[in-house]
């Protein structure tokens, strides 16, 4: 009898351990788990985008799409401003962001020696930690100590390639020189600049700078209505002397159209060019308005920056300057690229 109720406790005891251990299992499976969701919603990575226009400016609305879809693809938080073109505005945006925590910070600079206090003092605020990178547009100097890196067209080789190309088209038409206005963009962007000296600097290297007569050089801002009005001037001041306009963006030329258009003119009757690769500006080159454009995708300028950051944050080696492709296209090629612009331009 005293074995059979021994037997009898040991089995309950044996029992119960089981359910003890059972419970010991679950609750530590439960605790891992908890533990785990935690660290994913810890790791979730916000990063900060600091534009000079969103919905302002036809390059910057597609970026800004394409921008999106890189986060998103990423699980990525963004944060993004528009700082409506004002450097001030933009440099406050950025502390604000950076005051209520990112892991990682692109700027787009509305102007290129501007921008350098505000990128040296959140520096010095986050002792360095916060990876920083410029996009699209050098600072000035185009290299910081508080930045990790540039991503984007390398305009002072568009500039180079849009020099290169015009005087090919001089010597294939037999010209000895030629009269042209320059068109430049936002004074103090870096692009404007670049362009500007990579055009003269092509032409210096080719000893062509005595075939092009510059008569004048003005900022038309990237604005297509800007464009238009300061052509209608040129037209009227010059005249007929008036042979070619180079144009800094597909947006101006986009206005330089319009106004050649009005005033009476045919398509080749004054030569110019963009830099984009904007629908209608592929199509004004198809139509002859434009003798070419250069190719560079907002898209793919959003997506460098997104994966150069995404790099960064993993603590992967990447170049100081990443810079994308950015092809010509012209009467050989612009029918085959429209349909490709057309998507990236829709902003979709």
């Known amino acids: ?147 990790k890196g540039f991503t984007g067209p390398n305009s002072y080789l568009e500039g180079k390639l849009m020099g290169a190309t015009y005087i090919k088209i001089l010597k294939d038409k037999g010209l000895a020189t030629v009269n042209y206005a320059e068109m430049t963009g936002t004074a103090g962007y870096s692009a404007a600049i670049d362009r500007e000296k990579g055009f003269d600097d092509a032409l210096k290297e080719a000893n062509a700078t005595d075939m092009f007569v510059r008569l004048d050089l003005q900022p038309g801002d990237w604005s297509p209505d800007k464009g238009q009005t300061i052509t209608e001037n040129w037209l009227t001041t010059f005249g007929d002397k008036l042979q070619l306009i180079y144009s800094h963006n597909d947006g101006m030329a986009i206005g330089i159209v319009k106004a050649l258009k009005n005033a009476g003119k045919k398509p080749g009757d004054i030569l110019t060019n963009g830099c984009d690769g904007q629908t209608e500006a592929v199509q004004n080159v198809i139509d002859g308005w434009m003798t070419f454009t250069v190719f560079q995708s907002p898209a793919e300028d959003a997506a460098t920056s997104m994966r150069t950051m995404e790099k960064i944050l993993k603590g992967e080696k990447t170049e100081y300057f990443v810079y994308m492709d950015t092809p010509i296209i012209d009467a050989s090629n612009a029918k085959e690229y429209l349909p490709k612009v057309t998507e990236i331009w829709s902003g979709k």
């Open 1 to 147: 009898m005293f074995k059979k109720v021994t037997t009898v406790l040991l089995i309950a005891v044996f029992a119960v351990s089981l359910v003890l251990v059972g419970a010991g299992c679950k609750a530590a499976t439960t605790a891992t788990t908890a533990a785990a969701e935690t660290t994913a919603v810890a790791k979730k990575i916000t990063v900060g985008f600091s534009l000079p226009f969103i919905e302002d400016s036809p390059y910057c609305f597609p970026y800004a799409t394409a921008l999106k879809k890189e986060a998103a693809a990423r699980g990525w938080e963004l944060v993004m401003t528009d700082a409506k073109g004002d450097v001030n505005t933009q440099a406050n945006q950025i502390e604000d962001m950076v005051s209520k925590g990112l892991d990682g910070l692109m700027i787009m600079p509305v102007d290129a020696k501007g921008i350098v206090a505000v990128i040296q003092k959140v520096g010095k605020e986050t002792g360095g930690k916060l990876p920083i990178i410029t996009s699209n547009v050098m600072t000035d100097p185009s290299e910081l100590p508080e930045l």
